[in-house]
C-alpha cells in the first residue's frame, strides 16, 4: 500500500531560522495520527508547510502526497488534490456570506477536478445536515465568514468546511483551541465521522484532551523542530503525565541547525 | 520567496477587454471649436433657434471661465482646439426599427454582451444605445409609451416634446456651472431623455449604454431624466470605449429631477479605457452629474461603480430642496495602474427633514491614486436634516494612494452628520484562507474585494449586480497561473 502522505527529511526555515529539521512522517490511507508538541515546537509550521503558505522555506527534503510531489503544487492545488487545514485563527472576509464562501470553494475544487457545479439545492441539503451535526446554528451560516464568530464558533464552522469538502487528509492545527468541552466532543464527533479507509488525518495538537475524542493509530512527540518520539496512543497519556520536559533535546545535541 | 504583495502586483497586468475598434463609416466634424461648430452641430440636429441661442450663451461663458486645478488629479493641458465634437455613424437616417442597424454597430454591442434586441439578455430592460456621439436605437419604445413614458435621444425629445425640454434642460445644471459643463452646454450631441408621468411606476429598468469609436473625438452626452409627481424610475448607464494611445475626453451631464414624492434611482457601471500599464491613453471621464429633489418626500439615488477611465472626476449631487426628501450616494470606484479618481458627492440640505447617505468604498492598486471628496451642506432652512457618510478604502500592494476629503458645512443646529472613515489592506492571511479552500488567487481577491463592496452592489439592480461584480474581478485580473 502506497502511504497517503509521505514527508521525508524535511527542512523548514522561516526567516533564515530553522524551524522543522530532520522531520519523517509516514501517513497511510485509513489512519489517523496525532503530532503533539509544546509551544514553539514547530506544529504550525508543519501545518502551513503542507498547505501551501508563503514565507515557509523548504530547505531540503521532500513531501508526496497521494503520489504527487506537493511542494511544487499552489495551495489551491492542493485543495483540489485533496488536503484540507483546519486552521487555528480562520480568518475573517467582511461582506463575504460564509455560505457562499463554502460553496464558492467547493465548486473551485469541483472544477478543478473536471466536475460539475454543485447544484444550489443540493448544496443547501448538504450544508443544512453537516451544519446541524457540528453545532452550526443556520443563522451563523448567512454572517460574513467569520467576521464576530466566537473562538468556538470559528472551529466549528472550520470543521463544515472539513465535512462539506471532504478531503482526503485532514490537518487539524489546534482545533481544540479555544473549544470548551461540549464544544470539543461535537467537533471530534464531526471529525470522527470523517474516519474512513480512503481518508487520513493529522492532528495537531498541545494538549492530550481532543485525543480523548479522536482517537489515534499513532502518536508523534515534536520538540524543538524534530519527532523524538512515536507510538500508539498511550504515548499521548505518557505525555500528559510527565510534560514535554523529558523530551528536551540533550545539551549536548543541539536541537536546530539555526546558529 | 516572493510574498502575496508581489504576486498581487502582477494584478496591475490587467488588459483591458472592450478596446477593439468598430471600422464603421463615419462622419466627423473637424477638429476645432468655435460658434460655426456649434451652430453647425445644431443645424445637423435641426434644433430650433432657443437651443442654438442657449448653447452659444453656454459657449461664450465657457470662453471667459479657466480649467479648474484644484482636484487631485494630474493630466497634461487638453487643447481643445483638437478635438473632433461631433462624430456619428454614417446612416441616412435614424433607423425606423432596431431591424435597420447598421450590422457592425449591432455587432459592437453584440460583442460588448449587450445584443440589441427586445429579449433574451436583457429583457425587460429598455435600453438606448448611443455610438460616439449619437443615439443609434432604443428598444421597448412601445411598451413604455402606453405608460405615457417617454425614453429616447435627446435630440429625439428636442423634436418631440420641445416644451419639457425647454423647461427643465439646464434647470439643475446651468451653463455656466462649471467649466466642463459650459463645455457640454455648447457642444453636446446627444445622450438619453426620460420623462416618467405623474403616479406612473416604470416597469422596467432603462438603460443608456455610451461607446466611443472614432478616435480624436470627444463624448459629450447630455442626460436629461424627469420624474413627475408619485412616479419611479431606474436608470442604468454604462460605457466603454476603444483603446487608443492618445486620451479622450468625456464631459457628460446629468441632470436629474424629483418632483413631489417621486424616485430616481441612477446607476452607473463605467468602464472606460482606463489606459495601459505605463497610463498611456485613457480616457478623462469629467462628469457633471447633479439631481434636484424639488418636491416634498422625493428621493434620488445614485450609485456608481467606476473601474474604468485614465482619470474619473466627478461628484453626482443631490440637492435636497423638498422637504423630507432623500439623497444617497453609493460609490465603487477602482483604480489599477496609472488611473486616477476623484469622486465622491454633494449633498445640500435646503428642506426640512432632508435626509442623506454616503457609502463610498475606493479600491487602489498598481500606482492608482484615489481620492473621495465630499460635501455635506446643511443650510439655516434645513431643520432636522440628517447625513451619515462612511468613506472606506482598500489598498493592494503598498505603491498605490487613497485619499479623503470630506468636507461638511452645518448652519443649522438640529442637524445631525455623521462620518466614518477607514482603510484597510487585502491581507496576506486572507488570500491564502481562500487558497487553501481551493480558491484560485484572482478569485480570492475578486471575492474579498467584492465583500468589500457589497453594501453598494446590493444597491445595483439585480441585473447588472452580476456585471459589475465579473467588472470588479476584471479589473483587478492578472496574469497569475
Redesign the interface.
Known sequence: MTALLEIRDLAVSVDGKTILDEFELVVGAGEVHAVMGPNGSGKSTLAYVL?????Y?VTRGTIRFLGRDLLTL???E???AGL??A?QY??E????ANMY?LR???N??RK?RGEPDISAADFMKRLRAQAELVGVPPELLKR?LNAGFSGGEKKRNEIL?LLM?EPRLAVLDETDSGLDIDALRTVAEGVNRLRSPERAMLVITHYQRLLDYIVPDRVHVLVDGRIRRSGGKELALELEAEGYAAFQPKPAEPATAAA | MATALDTVREYTGHEYKYGWVTDIESEVAPKGLDEATIRMISAKKDEPAWLTDWRLEAYRRWLTMEEPRWQKVTYPPIDYQAISYYAAPKQKERPKSLDEIDPEIRKTYDKLGIPIREQEVLAGVAVDYVFDSVSVATTFKNKLKELGVVFCSISEAVQEHPELVRRYLGSVVPQGDNFFAALNSAVFTDGSFVYVPKGVRCPMELSTYFRINAAETGQFERTLIIADSGSYVSYLEGCTAPQRDENQLHAAVVELIALDDAEIKYSTVQNWYPGDAEGRGGIYNFVTKRGACRGRNSKISWTQVETGSAITWKYPSCILQGDNSVGEFYSVAVTNNHQQADTGTKMIHIGKNTRSRIVAKGISAGRSDSTYRGLVRVLKSAEGARNHTQCDSMLIGDRCGAHTVPYIEVRNPTAKCEHEATTSKISDDQLFYCRSRGISEEDAVALVVNGFCREVMDELPMEFAVEARKLLAISLEGSVG
Open positions: 498547505a501551501g503558505r508563503e514565507g522555506q499552489e495551495p489551491e492542493r485543495a483540489a484540507f487545514l486552521m480562520p480568518v472576509i467582511p461582506g463575504v464562501f464558492q470553494a467547493m473551485a475544487i478543478a460574513d468546511q469538502l
